[in-house]
């Protein structure tokens, strides 16, 4: 009997399920050669959830999340619900999935790729080799910590957070960061901001208690002011970046600037039971059903996906492997097409087409064009 691979789909909205789509596609093929099969079960989410059922994230959406191993998410928000309050807007249910399905780790590679290379605002020296894993906190830290408010005051309003981290949160994000050097260059650095804030000071001894553990990784301590600079200056001296949640939030979008394009990067959001698939860009109305969109951050996340959820490392790296040959081969989508001769503008169906081809040699050459 054929062994199956289940995963849920939530395309969510604008180019989500454009570039979604593709990610399946090739996630099928990939199941297809490695002898699996695929059953995938698809559910409004974020935008598209709120006009169907009132709510960005409805409990039978939640509970079939947790009844898969993986689930692959577009993206979520449009201008059109932009004046819904907070706890209806689309957002809102990208929070609700990480705190339901306990996602504590959020790992987001920066690796830049060869022909690429010049898609980069930073100097080609710079980025040529860029390997990095940021690993960000993702369930702790000012965005979850209480109190949150704002109150009126005598002079006008006043507004507070509250940035908490316990024992336990900084401890587990940090023995996922050392499990994950030891496959890769062995070095953790652990950015906080230990000279200012007792968040921070915890987070550092409790990240060295963990290092303990580990003899064979490098750890070093970087404060995020310093972390923020050094990734610009020289970004190849990072392996696994080891983060809060929101110094990861900001540190990992300007990483995410080195290798050029937003449309490139995929992500991971990890807890002890689920996982969650998604591509780091937006909903991005502006492009949003003119199947413009780039589909290959998407794609990379289902490579993460096969590698992470699904057992298939294997898949996983041929799916890599694909994304770097079709990019060889010159395919471009807008985001990333500098109009050279040595290359050619395809859409988001075409792209995932050519990825489709170093997966399917048996496919005749043009008939993806
Ligand atoms: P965005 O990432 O959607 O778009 C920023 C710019 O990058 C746009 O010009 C867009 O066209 C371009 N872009 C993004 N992805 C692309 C791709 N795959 N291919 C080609 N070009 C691409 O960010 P934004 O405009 O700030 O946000 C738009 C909406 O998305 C908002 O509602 C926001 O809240 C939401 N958002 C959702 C997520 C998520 O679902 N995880 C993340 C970020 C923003």
Redesign the pocket.
Known sequence: MTATKEIVVLP?D??GPE?TKEGIKILEAVCKRHGYKLKTRSFDV?GASIDRYGRPLTDETLEACKEVPAVL?G?????QW?NEPKDKR??AA?LGLRKELDLFANLRPIKVYKPLIDASTLKKEIVEGVDIMILRELTGGIYFGRPRLIEKTENGERGVDTMEYTTDKISRIAHKAFEMATNRAKKVASVDKANVLDSSRLWRKVVIEAAKQWPEIELEHVLVDNCAMQLVRYPKQFDVILTGNMFGDILSDEAAMITGS??MLPSASIGEKFAMY??V???????AGEN????L?TIASIAMLCRHSLDMEEAAQEIEDAILATLEDGFR???IYTKSPKEYLVNTSEMGSAIMKHLNPDLQPGTFL
């Open positions: 969510g604008g180019i570039v974020g998410l993206a979520v928000g449009g201008p932009d689309p957002e990208l937003i449309g998604e591509p860009h937006g909903s991005a109305p502006d492009i413009k969109a780039n589909p951050a989508t807008g985001d």
